[in-house]
């Protein structure tokens, strides 16, 4: 289930949903001025973990950068590295956001206060979410490749 390119891609998803989901919720704690209780942040941390593992899960966003990397016929590993930080930031930060928004607003506001809350702190929380990544990334798939025995840039060069 965690062995090969399948279970190296699912170990990234879970370490960085888990990474983004506990940072994310952080930031929008402070943003709106929650206290930072265990209850609160463990609660934004579960719906925040699921929203983006699930997302990560059915909709195949981790072959995006590559290909818009190519598109523009680029071929660093640090273009390739940025891009992934950038889509990757955005597609989570901006889906986590939107999921959290109907789970917290909905409710009691209506969809009004869905895309209210959502507009105003997308810009947070997508400058966060690209940042992130960018920082974890490298240790996340560090891990994956551990667990998984599955080594992407292994398998790039044994193509060749």
Not at 14 to 36: F, H, T
Not at 70 to 86: E, I, P, R, V
Not at 90 to 112: E, K, S
């Amino acid at each position: 289930m965690l062995k090969g390119p399948v279970g190296y891609g699912r170990l990234v998803n879970i370490v960085m949903n888990g990474i983004l989901g506990l940072c994310i919720s952080i930031v929008m704690l402070a943003s709106i001025g929650v206290p930072c209780t265990p209850e609160a942040l463990i609660q934004s941390w579960f719906a925040s973990f699921c929203i983006g593992y699930m997302l990560g899960d059915l909709v195949p966003i981790a072959q995006v950068p590559s290909r818009i990397c190519q598109a523009m016929g680029t071929h660093s590993g640090a273009a390739l590295y940025l891009m992934s930080a950038l889509v990757l930031g955005l597609f989570f930060g901006t889906g986590i956001l939107f999921g959290n928004a109907i789970i917290g607003c909905l409710p009691t506001m209506g969809w009004g206060g869905v895309i209210g809350f959502f507009v105003h702190y997308w810009t947070t929380v997508a400058v966060s979410a690209v940042v992130l990544v960018a920082v974890f990334l490298w240790l996340a798939q560090k891990i994956a490749s551990a667990v998984s025995g599955f080594d992407p840039a292994q398998a790039v060069s044994n193509d060749k």
